[in-house]
């Protein structure tokens, strides 16, 4: 049976039938590139893509649209990939590509914003012609250099930088490019296997691609991608045309590097979609949190996309109605040749800034603000890398360990506690990671008390406490935000926790920059917890006590910060807050008889 006008039956064009059978399509599409993304989890050598899931999947027609992405995957990696593959397009057309290529970057500017992130395109072929690509994207574990380092002054410091290349020819690798990978990297076994995984994904993404084509008697997706960009461009329109008219301001400041940044942001809705600016916002650093700003799109975007038809698919039409643009020379958009390892550190915090401003236009949506960046600790043992300690005969060791703080408290519901947003990466098993390096970790648990008070509450927080295993120095390339600017909450709702980052032994470390842990002392973390939603007065005191019995919230801040009187055993004293109430009673009554 045909599907479309460009099957090789054209006879059945009933619009209703032709509806069904490219929504069936499209799903098909969807499926295709979520199995692409667990290809990728399955076959990865990083923790960083088979723990965290830090990585991206997409398939796009041979214009450079994304037609589809997995689920599986950050925001920052999927929408900056979808602008990525067009400069791949750019220095290799479709039209000149050949069965068995492979292409990649890792270039900042061309790919997802740092060295460390790999991004792969290979070609679909299908009766002798390029019909579409498929695109991925993860972290490695090291690229070489001063490592995952908030330290370089200019990319040139922060490892190998691979411009856009063919990994493969017709089917041949260059080994040439293998052998340069590896001679350049701390851990090229991982990296190497993470190569050949992003390889693996995509040809199993063309796999399904031609198994659908013969299924569905397609001979190309010309049709089906301008049904499913258009159709999605409609819908967010449809979306945004439900918003009051107007430009919207918000601003945010956070920690930097030396000194604090100011993300500045006017967003404006109007009737061909929604721009966002980020005018007035800080200058470029001396430092590596600098932002390409292929990366302040995505999670510009991203943070739009939360609260306008987040039920919309994310492809090319969805994302061509949100245009954010940032004046060259800020932070966020920074040029080359700026350092750009930690731009996740700042770029993180874009939903934060866009959601606030859309909460001046609807309220009722935005979440407060959250932890919003990673609190990965990259930790690292070697010649050379612990500075000032003599690491002797220690196991040389660099680990990426992914975790974060707590999630701002929502409209209706709690913040999430210890979860990754915007990024939506995965916790690593602290078992995992021992397994693969020399370390500990002593404790890793709820950090009481750090979620921001509110009708609704912020996610809480955690403490880890990480030493080596072999009582040797270890650094720690540290790229923590939120120290020194907490996570704000939202319509009274209290602000979460500051982070803090010291030695076991007492000594403060600072929040960004490599450290070193000496021989005998620990690591401790302490993760900022969300802000809070409303007035914490108003929460339900069942739900205050159930946070004190589970560890979230003191008895203390029960009292203080919600007036809940517990008793003995964590539950609610129900004469004590009567009593409390008629007490302040009588003294608002005093006061006005005055």
């Keep these: 049976m045909s599907m479309n006008s460009t099957t090789k039956n054209p006879a059945a064009k009933n619009s209703a039938l032709l509806e069904i059978q490219n929504q069936i399509m499209w799903n098909r599409l969807i499926a295709i590139v979520e199995e692409q993304a667990q290809t990728l989890i399955r076959t990865a050598f990083s923790t960083s893509a088979r723990e965290a899931g830090d990585l991206s999947a997409g398939v796009f027609d041979t214009q450079g649209r994304m037609l589809a992405q997995a689920v599986t995957g950050t925001p920052g990696h999927v929408n900056a990939m979808a602008a990525s593959v067009e400069f791949f397009l750019d220095k290799y057309p479709a039209h000149a590509m050949r069965p068995g290529d492979v292409y990649v970057t890792n270039d900042p500017w061309m790919g997802t914003g740092h060295l460390h992130d790999f991004t792969m395109v290979t070609p679909t072929f299908y009766q002798g012609r390029a019909i579409g690509l498929f695109a991925s994207t993860t972290h490695v574990v090291d690229i070489g250099g001063i490592g995952f380092s908030a330290d370089g002054r200019q990319v040139y410091d922060e490892g190998l930088y691979m411009p856009i290349l063919p990994l493969a020819r017709e089917g041949q690798m260059d080994e040439s490019i293998m052998e340069i990978v590896r001679a350049n990297v701390r851990e090229p076994i991982q990296v190497e296997g993470d190569l050949y995984s992003l390889m693996a994904c995509n040809e199993i993404g063309c796999r ?102 987040p039920s919309v698919p994310n492809n090319a039409g969805s994302l061509s109605a949100v245009k954010v643009t940032a004046p060259k020379g800020t932070i966020l958009n920074a040029p080359h040749p700026c350092a750009v390892a930690a731009r996740h550190i700042t770029g993180q915090m874009l939903p934060d800034v866009v959601m606030g401003a859309l909460h001046k236009a609807v309220a009722g949506r935005a979440p407060a603000e959250g932890t919003s960046c990673l609190w990965n600790p990259m930790l690292l043992g070697g010649h050379g890398l612990v500075p000032e300690e003599d690491f002797g005969d220690g196991t040389p060791f660099a680990v990426n360990l992914f975790h974060t703080g707590g999630a701002g408290a929502r409209p209706l519901k709690d913040g999430l506690s210890a979860t990754a947003f915007p990024s939506g990466v995965r916790n690593t098993p602290v078992e995992i990671n021992e397994s693969i390096a020399p370390i500990v970790v002593w404790r890793k648990e709820y950090r009481e008390d750090s979620g921001g008070a509110g009708e609704f509450r912020g996610g809480t927080g955690q403490i880890m406490d990480i030493a080596s295993s072999e ?86 801040a029960a009292l203080d910060l919600y007036g809940v009187v517990l008793d003995d055993d964590g539950a609610v004293d129900a004469a004590a807050m009567e009593q409390q109430r008629n007490n302040s009673e009588t003294a608002v009554g005093s006061l006005q008889n005055g």
């Design 208 to 309: 399904r691609l031609v198994e659908m084509m013969d299924e569905f008697e397609l001979e190309d997706l010309d049709e089906l991608g301008a049904y499913m960009v258009e159709h999605s461009h409609r819908a967010m329109l449809d979306e945004i045309a439900k918003l009051p008219k107007g430009t919207y301001h918000n601003a945010m400041r956070v920690d930097g590097y030396d000194k604090p940044l100011d993300l500045v942001a006017a967003l404006t809705i109007a009737d061909d979609g929604i721009y966002v600016d980020f005018a007035g916002t800080t200058g470029v650093s001396n430092f590596g949190i600098n932002v390409p700003i292929t990366y302040t799109q995505a999670y510009a975007s991203f943070g739009v996309r939360c609260l306008v038809g």
């Design 471 to 556: 009582n040797a120095p270890f650094a720690i390339a540290a790229t923590f935000d939120r120290v020194h600017h907490a996570p704000r909450g939202r319509e009274g709702g209290r602000d979460g926790f500051t982070g803090k980052i010291e030695l076991q032994s007492g000594q403060p470390m600072r929040n960004k920059g490599t450290q070193s842990i000496p021989r005998g002392d620990c690591l401790h973390l302490e993760m900022p917890g969300g802000g809070g939603y409303g007035d914490p007065r108003k929460r339900d005191v069942e739900s205050v006590a159930m946070d004190v019995r589970d560890g979230m919230v003191s008895k203390k």
